[in-house]
């Protein structure tokens, strides 16, 4: 086992509102996991028509061939992450069910990805209503998913 500072091991260290680090961290993992995958699906699977030509104008490039914009992809990437570390801490405080989870998942997708998106909208010419409505359903919906992935990863299903 890892020993930590006095002989505890890191598995006993907890974050404020004791969270215990193993159990944010396989929270974050599981997250992480959906979030990405999700956004890959979302954006280049199922409505890559509808993402790839609006996310090509707000990069100034040409669309690619239904394909998000490269230069977005470590912005898209780093969202997804603080999201999954923001669910991770957030869901393990807060949900004591699946369905909790679920629910705090979902207004913690809300609240992360409709700030991006009606501040994009309105400072950005390109990034129309339907983009901001679009993507912000569906952080609304990965945000729920993903939360309910924290709280099975943690082990408190």
């Known amino acids: 086992m890892v020993q930590g500072i006095g ?12 969270v215990k680090v193993a159990s944010f961290l396989k929270g974050f993992v599981a997250a992480s996991a959906v979030f990405l995958l999700g956004e890959y699906a979302w954006h280049h699977v199922l ?27 470590p912005f898209i990437i780093g969202a997804q ?14 949900s004591r069910s699946f369905k909790e989870a679920a629910m705090n998942g979902a207004i913690i997708g809300l609240l992360m990805v409709a ?26 919906l990965l945000g729920g998913l993903g939360g309910m ?9």
């Open 7 to 18: 002989g505890f091991g890191w598995r006993s260290f907890t974050l404020k509102g004791a």
């Open 149 to 157: 992935a924290v709280h099975g990863a943690a082990g408190r299903a």
């Open 81 to 94: 992450l603080l999201g999954a570390a923001a669910s991770s801490y957030f869901v393990l405080r807060t």
């Open 47 to 73: 409505l890559a028509g509808f993402y790839a030509p609006r996310l090509a104008a707000v990069a100034g490039v040409a669309p690619a061939t239904g394909q998000v914009p490269a230069s977005l992809l």
């Open 115 to 140: 700030a991006v998106n009606f501040v994009n909208h309105s400072l950005l010419a390109s990034w129309d209503l339907a983009l901001t409505l679009v993507d912000t359903g569906w952080g609304i």
